[in-house]
């Protein structure tokens, strides 16, 4: 799954990231690049950065400095007519599910399809009835987000994200507003993901997920990323203090 080679050229591309909001500097200068196929879980205590830095990687958080490549083109170069094109090619998933509420779960899912890639109401129709199946939702397409659980709602934002075909997928820790029962369920909509090859990189709390899912740990803390490993190294052997001191935390939680 994990086809990350020194040949290859990154997907995604950091280089001396930094970004302050007035005097508070967030990133202090992040340098990691992102692989096909990879994913990525980012973690670290509350306050790191690491929402920021996702943010940061689609420009949706503009960076005070540094540059952020997306398949070899330089996002912070862009004007806006250009990033949003290649915005395209980022779904992203919020902790919140930012569905319409007036719209049922297939209007939610064929909208952006239509608009933007100039999809055909049938078209659109086939390809939403596809992905609500693929998250385990297909018996819910008339139903509206009011009448839907926080874990099917964010279900739905899964499955609207991956409407637009992207390349790679951006998780903000998708299953903290959600109730602990419902927290499997979006995992392991996120887990087919990455056994399907789809290049991820996640910010969560689930350490299970890091563990068992991803490629690489990137541990973040005080603006930096400060570690990076494997996740059966990272858990087993951290190598910083901050890493061996954020982990024994968690373990005693």
């Known amino acids: ?6 040949e290859n050229k990154p997907v995604i591309a950091v280089k001396h990231l930094k970004k302050a909001f007035g005097k508070n500097e967030v990133l202090k200068d992040i340098t ?3 692989y096909d196929g990879q994913v990525i879980c980012l973690i670290g205590p509350s306050g790191a950065g690491k929402s920021t830095f996702l943010r940061c990687l689609n420009l949706l958080d503009k960076p005070t400095d540094g540059q952020v490549f997306f398949d070899g083109d330089e996002l912070t170069a862009l004007d806006d007519q250009h990033l949003d094109q290649l915005r395209q090619q980022m779904g992203m998933v919020f902790q919140s599910f930012n569905l319409f509420p007036h719209k049922n779960v297939l209007e939610n899912l064929k909208m952006a399809p239509m608009k933007v890639k100039g999809l055909s109401d049938q078209e659109a129709t086939q390809l939403a009835e596809k992905l609500l199946a693929q998250v385990g939702l297909a018996d819910k397409a008339e139903a509206f987000p009011d009448n839907l659980s926080g ?7 899964i499955a609207r994200a991956l ?6 997928m951006l998780f903000d820790e998708p299953t903290s507003a959600l109730d602990p029962e419902m927290v499997g369920e979006v995992l392991k909509v996120m887990q087919d993901l990455a056994t399907e090859g789809m290049t991820m990189v996640v910010v969560t ?6 563990k068992n899912v991803a490629n690489q740990v990137w541990f973040m803390a005080d603006g930096y990323i400060q570690e990076t490993n494997k996740p059966q190294e990272f858990f087993a052997h951290p190598q910083t203090a901050r890493a061996k001191d954020f982990l024994a935390k968690i373990l005693e939680a």
């Not at 874990?151 to 934002?157: E, F, I, L, P, S």
């Not at 409407?163 to 790679?168: E, F, H, R, Y």
């Open 1 to 6: 799954m994990n086809k990350n080679t020194q």
């Open 32 to 34: 990691e690049n992102v």
């Open 151 to 157: 874990g099917q709602q964010q279900r739905v934002a």
């Open 163 to 168: 409407a637009m075909n992207p390349k790679v």
């Open 205 to 210: 709390h689930e350490m299970g997920f890091a």
